[in-house]
């Protein structure tokens, strides 16, 4: 009973000091844990394994629009092709959804048609085309694609006609001379 105490020998007299059997020491925090994990992975094989963790919400539809161009020229009457295709929460492509699209930052610039039906061009796709207009240049168009509860979006640059640029530094240059000429040097 008494086998934990041990004699020790101090200077010239021995005493006996008393210390804590193996069963009665206190767990470390390292111990715990590592009692906590075998706890846990015992449990786990007689509940009969591994589970499976569902999320919560589930993953939802997914989406990508392309353009045909980077960039186009401001009064262009070819467009640019648009493409969209929905993927369901599987990766699957999507038919049947309806989509349409906004366009925004070019005044004038537009989509057709403004709303079309996935699968219509492809599994999963809708087409349409990007239109500039005449009103904005030198800035970028942002397209969005709406369908099901997601979106896409793209830009593309509306470039202005060479002679416009042209004309435009021809202008500021002679306000300038105008602006100039006023001061005596």
Not at 77 to 88: E, M, P
């Amino acid at each position: 009973m008494f086998s934990h105490i041990r004699p020790t020998a101090h200077s010239d007299t021995a005493r006996t000091r008393i210390r804590p059997s193996p069963s009665r020491r206190r767990a470390t925090p390292a111990v715990l844990t590592r009692l906590g994990l075998a706890a846990a992975v015992a449990v786990t094989a007689a509940l009969g394994g591994a589970s499976t963790v569902s999320a919560y919400p589930p993953p939802g539809d997914t989406a990508t629009l392309t353009g045909g161009c980077l960039s186009i020229d401001q009064g262009s009457g070819s467009g640019c092709r648009l493409r969209f295709v929905l993927y369901g929460a599987t990766g699957q492509t999507v038919n049947g959804a309806p989509v349409t699209f906004t366009t925004s930052g070019v005044n004038g610039a537009a989509v057709i048609p403004p709303s079309s039906t996935t699968g219509t061009a492809g599994a999963g796709e809708a087409d349409a085309t990007f239109l500039p207009g005449g009103v904005d240049c030198g800035r970028a168009a942002t397209i969005v694609a709406h369908a099901k509860s997601t979106s896409a979006q793209t830009q593309i640059m509306v470039n202005c006609p060479p002679d416009t640029t042209v004309a435009r530094l021809q202008l500021l240059l002679d306000v300038l001379r105008t602006l100039l000429g006023h001061f005596h040097w």
